[in-house]
């Protein structure tokens, strides 16, 4: 099943213009709900003309529900996993700015707390490396 959505939603997405819709996060959202709405009435537009009854139609619909469903269950876990590793990550970077910061006797500042994670989790590792940097210019002296 996953892999007739996946070369449909492909072949799709190749065959429509689409990308004009994608240039904000409102109309990205907006686009995805138009195209759901288009690809379900043309497949209800092709049922109606194999003769496909009405209650059939149901059934195929919520065969439709059930794979978006778990396809953005699925999407939703692995951002949350992503974040999760982003967070871990900062953790980590956060634990050796202290312990290089305690070696070096030097401040460890932590990020600003209205940073997001990626930006956090970037200034935390751009302040180990500079301390390692440091670290390694400071033991040839």
Not at 64 to 91: F, P, T
Not at 110 to 130: A, C
Request: contains cysteine; proline residues 1%; aromatic residues 8%.
């Amino acid at each position: 099943q996953h892999y007739f959505i996946q070369s449909n939603l492909r072949y799709i997405m190749e065959s429509t213009d689409i990308t004009e819709g994608f240039k904000s996060l409102e109309s990205s959202r907006d686009t995805c709900s138009n195209l759901l709405m288009q690809w379900l009435d043309d497949l209800q537009d092709l049922w109606n003309e194999v003769g496909i009854a009405p209650e059939q139609q149901i059934t195929r619909i919520k065969v439709v529900y059930d794979n978006l469903l778990e396809l953005m269950q699925a999407m939703v876990e692995e951002e949350k996993s992503r974040r999760d590793g982003y967070i871990e990550n900062i953790d980590k970077c956060r634990s050796e700015c202290i312990r290089l910061s305690e070696e070096l006797e030097t401040t460890f500042e932590e990020p600003e707390s209205e940073f997001t994670v990626l930006q956090k989790e970037k200034v935390l590792r751009d302040q180990v490396s500079g301390q390692k940097k440091y670290r390694l210019e400071y033991s040839v002296l």
